[in-house]
């Protein structure tokens, strides 16, 4: 009882500390070695934390599939690992590889241009609902509300699930949610 009630202050200390690192926005920091500054970007937060006794999260689930490296490229360039990696629960539709590479090319490249990084975070987001349903259960609905404050359509067709317009291929359950792997990348609605 106990330990339930400490992960739920520290789950909810943490999206305070969240929302009040997100209103900050991007910080760089600097190092100092023998008296000389370079301006890098240090990796802080919870995505950053290596815990080997834990059931892994949506993130570390990514990084290790062979299957979701351009994935976790984006989720870089978009400097979101921190997101991912929160208590959740989460479902995040993972697309593979081959879903980004049936994207028009240059695509991909183009996102992951800094000058694009809102662009990029925006799609991805599009990816990110709160949540742990089964895909099962996923079969009831008729759209979720995406972490980019947009929606996205549920379909079911021959018994198989489709979010907006990708097929879910696999489920993987983390430790904060839930990946389901997807064969195509969801676009958000143009505005």
Same mark, same amino acid.
């Given at each position: 009882?106990?330990?339930?009630?400490?992960?739920?202050?520290?789950? $909810?200390? *943490?999206?305070?500390?969240?929302?009040?690192?997100?209103?900050?926005?991007?910080?760089?920091?600097?190092?100092?070695?023998? $008296?000389?500054?370079? /301006?890098?970007?240090?990796?802080?937060?919870q995505?950053?934390?290596?815990?080997?006794?834990?059931?892994?999260?949506?993130?570390?689930?990514?990084?290790?599939?062979?299957?979701?490296?351009?994935?976790?490229?984006?989720?870089?360039?978009?400097?979101?690992?921190?997101?991912?990696?929160?208590?959740?629960?989460?479902?995040? *539709?993972?697309?593979?590889?081959?879903?980004?590479?049936?994207?028009p090319?240059?695509?991909?490249?183009?996102?992951?241009?800094?000058?694009?990084?809102?662009a990029?975070?925006?799609?991805?987001k599009?990816?990110?609902?709160?949540? +742990?349903?089964?895909?099962?259960?996923?079969?009831?609905?008729?759209?979720?509300?995406?972490? +980019?404050?947009?929606?996205?359509?549920?379909?079911?067709?021959?018994?198989?699930?489709?979010?907006?317009?990708?097929?879910?291929?696999? $489920?993987? $359950?983390?430790?904060?949610?839930?990946?389901?792997?997807?064969?195509?990348?969801?676009?958000?609605? /143009?505005?």
């Open positions: 009882m106990k330990t339930t009630h400490l992960k739920i202050v520290m789950g $909810s200390l *943490f999206a305070v500390l969240l929302l009040f690192g997100c209103k900050n926005g991007n910080q760089k920091e600097t190092t100092s070695a023998d $008296s000389e500054t370079t /301006e890098e970007t240090v990796k802080q937060g995505a950053f934390i290596e815990d080997d006794g834990s059931t892994p999260n949506v993130l570390q689930i990514a990084i290790g599939s062979p299957d979701h490296t351009t994935l976790v490229a984006a989720v870089q360039a978009a400097n979101l690992e921190n997101a991912l990696v929160n208590a959740g629960p989460l479902m995040v *539709f993972a697309p593979t590889n081959a879903a980004f590479d049936a994207l090319e240059g695509t991909v490249e183009n996102l992951l241009k800094p000058e694009n990084k809102d990029l975070a925006n799609i991805l599009h990816h990110v609902t709160p949540g +742990n349903y089964s895909k099962e259960f996923l079969k009831k609905f008729k759209k979720l509300g995406q972490a +980019n404050d947009q929606n996205t359509t549920i379909e079911v067709k021959d018994g198989e699930v489709y979010v907006g317009g990708a097929k879910i291929v696999a $489920s993987i $359950s983390a430790g904060n949610g839930i990946v389901h792997v997807v064969d195509a990348v969801i676009l958000p609605p /143009e505005n």
